[in-house]
């Protein structure tokens, strides 16, 4: 990263080796960057020093999915996800796009490279009533097609959990389902275990008013739980508010297996071993 001098300092490396589930290279905050636009390449190289040995590159419009099949192809540690983000449909539909959108989607999730389709969901945080319809159309199409590919369903799910549960439960979840930067309680985390989704979790974890997420973490089955950056956001404790990147993930490991109990070490594996369950090989 050279010489990206706001960048927080790198935590110690990790016990093992661990996935970064969900992330997204392609996006630059200048607020936070400055006028440096930080190179994949150095990105990379960065998590590996920390023990962040690959990642999930995440789609979230055309032209971010394209941007994320090419870095699959591009790096043999990255891993991609196609999708129109939930607050992405309702734009594509005002403009009369969505259809020829969702057909691109279709087209990119062909390649093998790409093994989930998603980020996809619903978001009513900052998306008003007036596009929920789009959000709910592109979700179940969404939805449809990770099942008619076999792929893994990657679902974006803000201040809309009923919803997210009734839409994914009536349209007919597919064999791999996984909640992306999870921020259900533990009642959710529950309904998601019976279903045997997987449950990811990103640096809010490590945040002091995060208790009731950390009660859910208390709850998911050893072979559902993921861990993820959601970079550059949700950076984790003791750099919340600065940029985030998969090499602060060590951050959020640690402080799962603190509050599971278990070592270090242990926790890599597991999170290994279930991030290629649930995308496949690198």
């Not at 259809?99 to 989930?116: H, K």
């Not at 439960?169 to 791999?176: I, M, N």
Request: proline share 5%; charged share 25%.
């Amino acid at each position: 990263m050279g010489e990206f001098t706001d960048w927080p300092t790198p935590p110690a490396p990790l016990a093992g080796t661990v996935i970064d589930s969900h992330t997204h290279l392609d996006v630059h905050d200048r607020g936070l960057h400055g006028d440096q636009t930080p190179d994949p390449t150095d990105l990379l190289k960065r998590a590996l020093e920390v023990g962040v040995d690959r990642v999930v590159q995440v789609g979230c419009d055309v032209k971010s999915s394209a941007w994320a099949l090419q870095a699959a192809l591009d790096f043999s540690q990255v891993l991609a996800t196609v999708a129109l983000h939930p607050n992405e449909a309702p734009r594509r539909a005002a403009a009369g796009e969505l259809q020829s959108a969702l057909a691109s989607i279709a087209e990119l999730a062909q390649n093998p490279r790409v093994r989930g389709i998603g980020e996809t969901g619903l978001d009513y945080f900052r998306t008003d009533e007036s596009g929920r319809a789009a959000q709910h159309e592109s979700f179940r199409w969404h939805i449809d097609l990770a099942r008619e590919l076999g792929k893994t369903l990657v679902i974006h799910d803000r201040d809309s959990h009923e919803d997210v549960l009734a839409v994914l439960q009536g349209q007919g979840a597919p064999e791999k389902v996984v909640f992306h930067c999870f921020s259900g309680d533990a009642a959710m985390a529950r309904v998601c275990a019976t279903n045997g989704w997987f449950m990811s979790f990103a640096g809010v974890i490590t945040f002091k008013n995060a208790e009731g997420l950390r009660e859910a973490l208390d709850v998911v089955p050893d072979e559902l739980l993921l861990v993820e950056t959601d970079a550059p956001y949700l950076t984790p404790a003791p750099n919340r508010g600065k940029v985030n990147a998969s090499y602060l993930m060590p951050y959020t490991v640690r402080a799962m297996a603190e509050r599971r109990g278990v070592s270090e070490s242990d926790m890599c594996e597991l999170l290994t071993a279930n991030a290629l369950r649930a995308f496949g090989d690198w």
